[in-house]
């Protein structure tokens, strides 16, 4: 079995070693980031040397009290290979010491992390096999491609200040609306109420929750021919008091920018169809704002009932449901806007060492941890994926969970009286949309995450 070095630590009145050769490094303890959902002896995530890696307590898993991040004592243990994904949090560092064998017993026990006893001056050293340590937690299957030695290969970025955009598809080109100009989204397969006289680009009148509504093609106002699909939405856009819908082709996602990335230069621009662009990695796009929907309702006047006050409109949002539709394995279901932060395309995640069978690993937005959960496998799903697959990010006691979707169908406002209460784990509330023809089940996304 030979021991040549150990590093000895200090646990009030207890000292441990652990052989060095498992040893990479030793650092004071770095900002720690909670896992939602993680096993028994692991505290999160955390940054050393620009690598994320897990972190786990040493003292926890000998059922011990918990390590005291706090304590300017305790430190972070980075280990070689094959633990080289996680790090291990200790009470205190002691030092090293060569091992001399006429002073060490070897116990053999099965599944006991203690596999020896040092006699080190007038003090015994429990010495630890970090294999059968770590086997005491649950372990998900890293794959070699996504983590090496401990490194995620993502730049991690300091967070900027930003804001939120619904970003969409008109032709081959992408816009963006502010977030707080949208007041809902809807399926655009509706009955359509023509109004004669009016520009080719006005689709006709639709009823929304007993209110008409003037929609506009978006697509003709900006001089694209409309492509029909099942992807085209509405977008009911609000200012002053004021709605409009926006028929576009395709629904991209909800994403934040930096401010630094958004360029306003609506001078620039001719008819005041643009307000300015957002700097992304791999594109441009252009988005609108106040100044664009103010040009869009003043064009339609005559069908836009500029009489309703914003206390009427926010008394409206006080008695509606706001939530968001998204596909899953063929079946609708929606969660709660106000938990909702953004909404973007599906990228891979890095799988985490030791961490619950329903997250599927960890992705880096703009520098944050987002942890994946898996919805498919929390309702017993088959996993399914696909180029309309978003990730929905939600954020729960201060913590970013992200779940893939199918796809993101709608964002509605739903009276409270087509809502009903029923008893279960994760679905709580049925929306009865459409005159009750359009069932779908809201998800508790606390319940989900608890």
């Keep these: 079995m030979g021991i040549e070095e150990i590093l000895i630590i200090k646990n009030g009145n207890e000292s441990y070693g652990i052989p060095t050769k498992e040893i990479n490094q030793i650092a004071r303890v770095p900002m720690l980031m909670p896992l939602p959902l993680r096993p028994y002896g692991v505290r999160g995530l955390c940054a050393v040397s620009g690598n994320i890696v897990t972190m786990v307590d040493m003292n926890t898993l000998l059922k011990l009290d ?6 300017d004592k305790s430190r972070v243990i980075v280990l070689n290979d094959p633990h080289s994904h996680a790090t291990l949090l200790v009470s205190e560092v002691y ?20 596999i020896a006893i040092y006699k080190y001056k007038d003090s015994l050293i429990q010495v630890i096999s970090l294999e059968i340590l770590f086997s005491r937690i649950n372990k998900v299957s890293i794959e070699s491609e996504e983590v090496k030695n401990g490194k995620v290969q993502e730049e991690v970025t300091k967070e900027e200040d930003t804001s939120r955009f619904l970003t969409f598809a008109m032709g081959d ?46 697509r003709k106002h900006y001089g694209f021919a409309p492509h029909v699909s099942d992807k085209n939405r509405i977008l009911i856009a609000s200012h002053d008091g004021k709605h409009i819908g926006l ?3 395709e629904i991209l996602d909800i994403s934040s920018y930096p401010l630094k990335d958004i360029e306003t ?39 836009i009932d500029e009489e309703k006050e914003i ?33 973007i395309d599906n990228v891979a995640s890095t799988q985490v060492a030791y961490t619950d069978e ?26 399914t994926t696909s180029e309309d697959s978003k990730i929905i990010v939600c954020e729960i006691d201060g913590a970013k969970l992200g779940f893939v979707v199918d796809s993101v169908s ?23 949309l459409e005159n009750g023809n359009r069932l779908v089940l809201s998800m508790d996304i606390d319940e989900i995450a608890s």
């Design 265 to 303: 230069m609506k001078d620039d621009f001719q008819d005041n169809k643009i307000a300015g662009i957002i700097h992304t990695k791999d594109s441009i796009i252009s988005f609108f704002d106040a100044d664009v929907l103010e040009n869009l309702f003043e064009e339609n006047s005559s069908f």
């Design 173 to 218: 080109e992408l816009y963006a609306l502010s977030i707080e100009y949208l007041r809902e989204i809807i399926l655009a397969d509706r009955e359509f109420t023509e109004v004669a006289g009016t520009a080719d680009e006005v689709v006709g009148l639709i009823t929304l929750r007993d209110e008409l509504l003037l929609v506009v093609d978006l």
């Design 311 to 343: 206390s009427q409109v926010e008394s409206l949002n006080d008695d509606v449901y706001e939530v968001i539709v998204f596909k899953l394995a063929g079946k609708e279901y929606s969660f709660e806007v106000e938990k909702i932060s953004e909404i």
């Design 410 to 432: 709608d964002i509605l406002n739903v009276a409270f009286d087509d809502v009903r209460e029923q008893e279960d784990e994760f679905f709580k509330k049925v929306l009865h």
């Design 247 to 249: 028929l576009v082709d």
């Design 358 to 383: 329903n997250i599927d690993g960890i992705i880096n937005i703009r520098g944050q941890i987002v942890t994946m959960v898996s919805l498919f496998k929390k309702l017993n799903l088959e996993v």
């Design 95 to 114: 030092n090293t010491v060569d091992v001399d064998e006429s002073h060490i017993d070897y116990i053999d026990k099965d599944d006991d992390p203690i």
């Design 66 to 71: 918990q390590v005291d991040i706090e304590n």
